[in-house]
C-alpha cells in the first residue's frame, strides 16, 4: 500500500511545503484559514498538538461589529483579536503559517493588523 498522496491543487502543494518548514522550525505558528464568507486564526503549540489561542468570524461578539464577514475589514478585527488574546497568554513571536493562501487580500491584512497589535513574525 502507498502511502504518497497525490495533491493536484496548488494551494495545498504550497501548504505542505511551508508546514515541512515548520517543522523544523519547532516554533508556535499563527495558522490562518479563510473562505468565501469567514476567517480563522490560530496559534498552535511547539508540539503541533494544541491550539492555544483561537480567533473567528463565527464569534458572537465579532460577528456583532461586522455586517459581513468576508472582507478585510472582518480580517483586520481578526488579526488584532488573536494579536491582543496571544499577548494575555505570553505569546510574542510566532510562525506566519497562511496555509497555502497567497500573500494579499484579506491574509495579508490580517498579518499587518496582528503586527500592529504586537506579534512578531
Do not use: P, W
Not at 497562511?98 to 513574525?121: E, V
Amino acid at each position: 500500500m502507498r502511502k504518497f498522496v497525490i495533491i493536484n491543487n496548488s494551494r495545498k502543494k504550497r501548504s505542505l511545503k511551508a508546514r515541512c518548514k515548520f517543522r523544523k522550525l519547532k516554533s508556535q505558528r499563527l495558522v490562518v484559514h479563510r473562505t468565501s464568507r469567514h476567517m480563522y486564526a490560530q496559534i498552535i503549540s511547539k508540539d503541533n498538538f494544541s491550539v492555544l489561542v483561537y480567533a473567528s468570524t463565527l464569534e458572537k461578539n465579532i460577528k456583532k461589529k461586522l455586517n459581513y464577514t468576508g472582507n478585510k475589514k472582518s480580517s483586520e478585527i481578526i488579526g488584532k483579536t488573536i494579536a491582543k488574546r496571544a499577548l494575555k497568554k505570553g505569546i510574542k513571536k510566532v510562525s506566519f503559517d497562511r496555509s497555502g493562501f497567497k500573500y494579499h487580500g484579506r491574509i495579508k491584512s490580517l498579518a499587518n493588523s496582528a503586527r500592529k497589535f504586537g506579534l512578531q513574525f
